[in-house]
């Protein structure tokens, strides 16, 4: 059992990907989430732009 410590109890542990993978799985991450991130940003800066839109136009 003392095998597998590294130091003062630092369990010994292997690693199977490297930054390629990281990057890949940050990027489909982040792929399903733009959808979202858009229709949540856009939809109300789009009504302040009607807004300020319709107050150059109407007075009052």
């Known amino acids: 059992m003392n095998n597998l410590m590294l130091g003062e109890g630092i369990p010994a542990v292997k690693i199977d990907y490297d930054l390629a993978d990281v990057a890949t799985s940050t990027g489909n991450w982040t792929q399903s989430l733009w959808l979202a991130a858009a229709f949540a940003i856009g939809?109300?800066?789009?009504?302040?732009?009607?807004?300020?839109?319709?107050?150059?136009?109407?007075?009052?």
């Open 43 to 60: 939809i109300p800066l789009a009504f302040f732009i009607i807004r300020n839109l319709k107050s150059i136009f109407v007075s009052g």
